[in-house]
Each structure stands twice: as structure tokens, then as C-alpha cells.
């Protein structure tokens, strides 16, 4: 479906949507942290809500033009499975980036903090890594179970999953490369140390391929 649109306007729906989705993750996470006075579960929970709400939001509105992926880990198993041409997955990748880490930076200019930062987050050891390969792994069978057996379901059980997985996963489910990369450049609640970046997308695409190769036999 979503290759009948001109390449130019999916990219552009994903660098939107990836903005939008960024600056929502860091922004409520900067708010959540401000209005918590000091409750880690509250600001978690403030987080949560923001981006299980943009998520629906955002998938009901640019799936139709782009398929709404906003994550490079989606599009890579989307091209795997011969749905999306290899070519047009690698044309996504840049425009999630880029449009993620301006949204990234658009939060810090709302919340006036500094554009340009650096998390110190860190995040690592075996159960984050696991963590965020059962984030993805999850994210992606509900994608392609759900695009299956019930199309008109997709963001709601996106949403869904995601508000779930914020809470059921060590690693408060980043289960995005470039979202991963993205809260690398904010010092924020929501940041995650530059260091530890390699090994979330590494356990983020391991999670990805096995969730294509069970759907493939689940689904089949």
C-alpha cells in the first residue's frame, strides 16, 4: 500500500512522524520529571502515557502514506519480508534520523535546556540488553501479527504494547535504533549514555529478525 505514495511524501511522513514521536518521548519525559518531585514511578508513568497516546496518534495518521514506521528496526524486517524495497527501507533510515533528532532538539528548546547535550544516562549490563531485545522482539510480532489478522487494529495495539513495555522491560523499552541514538544527544530523563547505544541496537535487531522468523511460522 504505502508504495503506490511518492517516495518523497513517506519520507516525509516518517521524518514527521519521528519527530513528533522524539520530542514527545523527551518532552513528557522532561515535564514527567519536573511535576514528579522526585517519584521515578510517577515520572515513568507521565512518559508512558505521552507516548503510548502520540503513538496511536501518529500511526492512525501517516500509516496510510508511509506505513508510520518510525523506527529502522521496523522498516528493516518490513524490507525482509519483500514489502518495502530494499532501496526505499535505506531512504527511511536518514529521514528517521534526522527528523527524530530535531524533535529531540525542538523539546529542549521548548523546556529551555541547552539544544545541543550529551546524555550521561547509563544504561547497560545483560538485563537492559535483554530488555530491549524482548522490547523489540514484542513491538514487531505485535506489528506483524496485528497488520495480518486485524489491519484496522495496528495503532491501537502499537500504543498498547509500547504503554506496556515501558513498564514490564528493564530498559523501559526504547525498541527503536534510531530513537536509541536520538536520547543519546539529551541529558534528560529520558537519555541514554552514547557509550551504551551500540549494544541496545544490536539487542534491538537481534529482537527484530527473531520476531520476523517466529511470525513467519506463527503467521504463516
Do not use: C, K
Not at 521496523?74 to 519480508?81: D, K
Not at 541529558?187 to 520476523?212: C, E, R, T, W, Y
Request: proline share 5%; hydrophobic share 55%.
Amino acid at each position: 500500500m504505502t508504495e503506490a505514495r511518492p517516495l518523497r511524501h513517506r519520507l516525509a511522513a516518517e521524518a514527521i512522524g519521528a519527530f513528533l514521536l522524539f520530542a514527545t518521548v523527551i518532552g513528557s519525559g522532561i515535564m514527567a520529571e519536573r511535576l514528579a518531585g522526585g517519584n521515578v514511578a510517577v515520572a515513568l508513568l507521565g512518559n508512558t502515557i505521552a507516548t503510548g497516546a502520540i503513538l496511536f496518534v501518529l500511526i492512525t495518521m501517516l500509516g496510510p502514506v508511509s506505513g508510520a514506521h518510525m523506527n529502522p528496526a521496523v522498516s528493516m524486517v518490513t524490507a525482509l519480508r519483500g514489502d518495502l524495497p530494499w532501496r526505499d527501507a535505506a531512504a527511511y533510515l536518514p529521514a528517521q534520523l534526522v527528523g527524530g533528532i530535531a524533535g529531540v532538539w525542538t523539546a529542549h528548546l521548548m523546556f529551555d535546556l541547552p539544544i545541543l547535550m550529551v546524555s550521561h544516562h547509563a544504561r547497560t549490563g545483560i538485563g537492559q540488553w535483554a530488555g530491549e531485545a524482548v522490547a523489540t522482539f514484542g513491538l514487531v510480532l505485535t506489528i506483524l501479527g496485528t497488520v495480518r489478522h486485524r489491519p484496522d487494529h495496528v495503532a491501537a495495539a502499537v500504543a498498547l504494547y509500547i504503554t506496556a513495555a515501558y513498564w514490564f522491560t528493564s530498559s523501559t523499552s526504547f525498541a527503536n535504533p534510531a530513537i536509541t541514538v536520538a536520547r543519546s544527544l539529551s541529558d534528560s530523563f529520558a537519555g541514554i549514555a552514547p557509550a551504551d547505544v551500540p549494544a541496545f541496537v544490536i539487542a534491538q535487531i537481534l529482537g527484530a529478525l527473531m520476531a520476523d522468523r517466529v511470525s513467519r511460522r506463527l503467521f504463516s
